[in-house]
Every structure is written in C-alpha cells, then in structure tokens.
C-alpha cells in the first residue's frame, strides 16, 4: 500500500517481500522449560500474495509438537482485510494431517488484528481464531494480549486433539522496539486443553492447564 500526500491509503502492484517472526521464546512453568516458535512470511503485490505460516513448540518432553505449516493464496478483499485459501500440514513427531484451508485475516475495528481460519479433510473439519492488539504505552514500548483457539468437529486421539473446543494458547507480552525491526520481550503465557483434548492429556500424564513466564524477540523485515 501506498500513501498519497501522507494519508489517502491506495493499492498498487508492486511487489514485495515481508516475513515476520512473531515469537521466538522459552516458556518456563511448573514442569520446566518449552520453546515455542510462530512466524509467517509473504512474497507478492498489495492485491495478490503468496503465505507461508509456521508454528510449532518444543516441549517439557523434549519433543516437537503442534506444529502447524500452511501454504495460502492471498487475495485483497477490502483495504483491510484478505481472504485466503491453500494448505495446511500438520508435521511434527505425531502423525502427519493434511487440510484444505480457506479464511479471512486484516484489521478489525480499533486495529485489532485478527485471523478466522477453516479448514476441512476426510478426518472432519477444523477451525482456528486468532487475535492480538498492541497497546502502544510509549512509541518503543508496547504491551500485546494474544489468544489463538483451535476447534474440531472430530477427536483425533493420535494428535492429542478433541470434539469442540480442543485448545486454546494466549498470552500478555511486553516488548521493547530497540530498534523497529528488533524487539524482545518478556511476558506470561497460557495453554490448556478442553473437553475430550484434556481426557487425553490426562491419561497422558500431560498437564491440562499450564501458566508459565515468557521471553523472546519479535523480528521482522
């Protein structure tokens, strides 16, 4: 997007290349530590864009799970807000999923940022929100509220995941811009499994609600 006289915002079809590593963080909490990672880049014009997304954690166990790998056509819909369809990968050390994807993500009112994915498969259907904000208390110093919800019209015991509500991971990060490209961060985090997704980790010996302290960097170019 472009700025005519500093304020009229208009597309154009140039391109460009954005990536952005949105967490990058060890979480300690009663069991010990995790390390967590969630990053996306894109490549393409204001109106069409190719996305890659990836997130996955590391955790007590010392194992890789949740991890999420995605692969979307990105389409302009409004000045603020894409829609979005391609692929999801589940890849991790549990067995491999594949969804067909399809969602929406911009600028919601008051500039929240927010995501509202489904996706669908032989297995059933899944669907995803996620959100932040940035509270700007200085122009370096911003504190962010985040929340991600998974949900599934499925169990897949072999994922961990159950019918509903499966999960939700949030948290409240304070970070500091050094420079604008480079921010780390310090913060609590929140993860818990509901319903069947929470039987399983019981029976798992895995906690179901874990609160731990959070500190990272935040990168972009």
Do not use: C
């Amino acid at each position: 997007m472009v700025y005519v006289n500093g304020i009229q915002p208009v597309m154009d079809h140039n391109i460009y290349v954005h990536a952005l590593l949105d967490q990058f963080e060890a979480r300690f909490g009663a069991d010990g530590g995790q390390f967590r990672y969630d990053g996306q880049a894109w490549f393409g014009t204001d109106y069409d864009k190719l996305w890659l997304k990836s997130e996955g954690t590391v955790g007590t166990n010392g194992k890789f799970g949740d991890g999420d790998h995605e692969a979307l056509y990105d389409r302009a819909i409004s000045r603020y807000f894409d829609v979005q369809t391609g692929v999801r990968l589940d890849i991790d050390n549990g067995p491999t999923r594949a969804w067909g994807a399809i969602g929406v993500e911009g600028l919601a009112l008051y500039f929240f940022n927010v995501e509202a994915t489904a996706y669908f498969s032989d297995r059933g259907a899944a669907g995803r929100l996620q959100g932040s904000y940035d509270i700007l208390l200085t122009n370096r110093l911003i504190l962010q509220p985040q929340v991600e919800m998974n949900f599934y019209s499925a169990s897949d015991r072999a994922r961990g995941v159950g019918t509903g509500l499966s999960d939700i991971d949030t948290g409240l990060r304070l970070r500091y811009e050094w420079h604008r490209k480079f921010a780390p961060y310090i913060g609590v985090s929140y993860s818990g499994t509901f319903g069947q997704a929470a039987d399983m980790a019981r029976s798992r010996n895995e906690r179901v609600h874990d609160l731990n302290f959070t500190f990272g960097i935040r990168t972009w170019f």
